[in-house]
């Protein structure tokens, strides 16, 4: 079946960095994205990355896949308080259906 | 850059009433998704459309039903409403040959 798994909290100091993990289950998926949702807010399209490569780099964002574990990573550096926020993953089922994790809520503090 | 529209951003409604959201894609973008996201939940997918079609369905109560138009704007139609259909529905549109899906606002349905 299709699941994505997501440890539900992180907290990091101000300009440390933060590394939220993933882990999904359906190996057909094209594409793994990461979303990010502010809260009382929309959710906003980080990065994603083809599942093909293992690893994207975009500004302070990294993105890590392990095809083999069906582990996915998300790498902020030099985390800031307005990275302070829901980090969901996704996997796409079929016909392009994003399956979301349960979410990751990132504490940035001083 | 032109975003999803979504409108109208909150509603309430309630018990047994009917409500209608409607979901303007970006321009030149042919499918289109709703999902619903409860309360502390993440999104969960209920049906998607391309090219005016309906091409999949998730976990869409029979309640409920949608439609993409000729202007590929599509609305989401829900009837006896519940207690548990507040949520925010979250429309998001992507172009058939690219899979990035781009979310619009959200609107949030509250049932009293």
């Known amino acids: 079946g299709e699941d994505v798994e997501q440890s539900l909290f992180l907290s990091v100091r101000e300009g440390d960095s933060s590394v939220i993990n993933c882990t999904y289950t359906?190996?057909?998926?094209?594409?793994l994205y990461w979303y990010k949702q502010e809260p009382g807010a929309g959710l906003q399209l980080l990065t994603y990355?083809?599942?093909?490569?293992d690893m994207k780099q975009d500004q302070r964002l990294t993105v890590l896949l392990n095809k083999k574990d069906k582990h996915l990573s998300l790498r902020i550096a030099d985390t800031q308080t307005g990275d302070s926020a829901i980090y969901f993953c996704?996997?796409?089922?079929?016909?392009?259906?994003?399956?979301f994790g349960a979410g990751t809520r990132l504490a940035v503090h001083p | 850059a032109a975003g999803v529209i979504q409108s109208p951003r909150h509603l309430i409604k309630e018990k047994r009433e009917t409500a209608t959201l409607k979901c303007y894609p970006i321009?030149?973008?042919?499918?289109v998704y709703w999902y619903q996201q409860g309360p502390g939940q993440d999104p969960q997918f209920l049906i998607s459309f391309y090219e005016k079609m309906q091409s999949d369905k998730g976990s869409i109560p029979d309640r409920f039903s949608a439609q993409q138009f000729s202007d590929y704007h599509s609305e989401l139609n829900m009837s006896s409403l519940e207690l548990g259909d507040s949520a925010l529905y979250f429309c998001?549109?992507?172009?058939?040959?690219?899979?990035?899906?781009?979310f619009g606002p959200g609107t949030r349905l509250t049932v009293l």
């Open positions: 359906d190996s057909s998926s094209t594409y």
């Open positions: 998001a549109s992507s172009r058939s040959s690219y899979n990035e899906q781009f």
């Open positions: 990355i083809f599942s093909n490569m």
């Open positions: 996704a996997e796409t089922g079929g016909y392009n259906k994003l399956i």
């Open positions: 321009p030149r973008h042919d499918t």
